[in-house]
């Protein structure tokens, strides 16, 4: 294992979308990340499309750098198992509510107890304090909660609609492994575990008021809730004579800018409206309206070409499909090719920054229910009958004896 994580062991007792991303990206950076599944597997196993029940797209892009074993934890010998596997481990990871993790005998006490250096790590719904502890959470919920579909009504008068894509579990994913690296420096440090929560409504809470507190940052409040310009119906790809551009005319240069292109420069100075980013945001509504139909005039092309000769951010939109062959992904390498030992060609996502030192990569194919169940037993020191013996109870299976979940 290389990596800036080489040596740290993660124990992930974690399935669906949101701590196994977070996961993923330890095992990238070179931690072991050892995943631990119930007999039926992730259930993001059987979210296809897939070649082989079990081994999902989207579980493909989540679960590499990881290795997998079965425990039965509702059973006593499993527990056991996992008790024997923290004691080596660094840090635990987990995505129950925290009373499904005391009922299985998990809670930090208990845990510390067995391996007082661990990073006890929860990413779960709503914070311990208060009345939605108990609460259960999904990323839909969460983005409800914080009101990401009200700000989406809110800016066009549209029906509230989810983002389509997971932001939440992505967002808070990416939070703890921040959360989770700091702890594991502090550990190095000073050899103390420690516990820490990460719950997604608060979380995302933050995110979300960082941008829309606006007045109500002030008490008495200078104002509405809401940033205008992000609250703005205007503010979306805009259509062109033969498609649509994305662009960002934002700073003082940029607008001086675009005026100099479209041969107003004097406009900037006679223009009360453009003078300053105090002024453009009181103002955004009209005039990203009149850059709405200033833009149906020339083609996509046309203002990608005067766009970018003037220094103004600028892209066209994709979609997903002509997001694949982005030459721009095509040149850096962005996406590989690689064969898995049991799905054959996968497509891959590079790792999504460059070190110079320690570069972080995929260190393992995404592995098969319980692909991993023997070695991780001989590495925590078990006899191979006391292995046998596991295997033939069901409290650990191999990928032969694994039974994947195959729900849609």
């Known amino acids: 294992m290389s990596g800036p994580l080489a040596g740290v062991k993660v124990i992930d ?33 059987g979210i296809g499309p897939f070649r ?10 989540v679960n590499r750098s990881k290795r997998s074993i079965v425990l039965d934890l509702k059973r006593a010998e499993g527990a056991e198992v996992l008790s024997d596997l923290l004691r080596q481990a660094d840090v635990l990871i987990y995505n129950l509510r925290p009373q499904s993790m005391a009922r299985l005998g998990l809670s930090y006490a208990t845990v510390s107890e067995v391996n007082p250096r661990i990073i006890f790590a929860g990413l779960f719904g709503y914070g311990q304090d208060g009345p939605y502890a108990a609460k259960p959470a999904f990323d839909d919920l969460i983005q409800g909660a914080v009101a990401v579909p009200s700000l989406s009504r809110m800016a066009d008068g549209g029906e509230p609609r989810y983002a389509p894509t997971a932001i939440v579990d992505r967002g808070v994913a990416l939070w703890a492994v921040g959360q989770i690296s700091a702890a594991l420096f502090h550990q190095t440090r000073t050899g103390q575990g420690q516990q820490i929560d990460i719950p997604m409504f608060e979380m995302m809470a933050s995110f979300v008021l960082g941008d829309h507190l606006a007045g109500h940052a002030f008490e008495p409040p200078l104002g509405a809730m809401g940033y205008p310009r992000m609250m703005n119906a205007d503010r979306r790809p805009y259509p062109t004579k033969d498609g649509f551009v994305c662009v960002m005319i934002y700073t003082d240069r940029h607008w001086r800018s675009f005026l ?28 990203y309206a009149e850059l709405a139909q200033l833009l149906l005039t020339r083609t996509t092309s046309e203002w990608l070409d005067l766009l970018n000769q003037a220094d103004i951010p600028a892209m066209p939109l994709h979609t997903p499909d002509s997001l694949v062959r982005d030459p721009h992904l095509e040149a850096t390498g962005f996406f590989t090719f690689g064969e898995h030992p049991s799905e054959g060609r996968i497509r891959q996502m590079s790792y999504p920054s460059t070190w110079s030192a320690s570069q972080p990569a995929c260190s393992r194919h995404v592995p098969r229910l319980g692909e991993h169940s023997v070695e991780v037993l001989q590495e925590a020191g078990y006899a191979e009958d006391r292995i046998a013996a596991l295997i033939e109870s069901g409290v650990t299976a191999t990928m032969a004896g694994a039974t994947p979940h195959s729900e849609n």
């Open 13 to 45: 007792v974690s399935t669906m979308l949101m701590a196994p991303y977070a996961t993923q990206i330890l095992g990238d950076m070179g931690a072991d990340v050892i995943k631990v599944e119930s007999p039926q597997g992730d259930p993001v196993r």
């Open 52 to 61: 082989h029940p079990g081994m999902g797209s989207l579980f493909l892009n």
């Open 260 to 287: 100099k292109a479209l041969g107003r420069e004097d406009d900037y100075d006679r223009d009360p409206r453009y003078h300053s980013m105090t002024s453009r945001t009181e103002n955004i509504v009209a005039l």
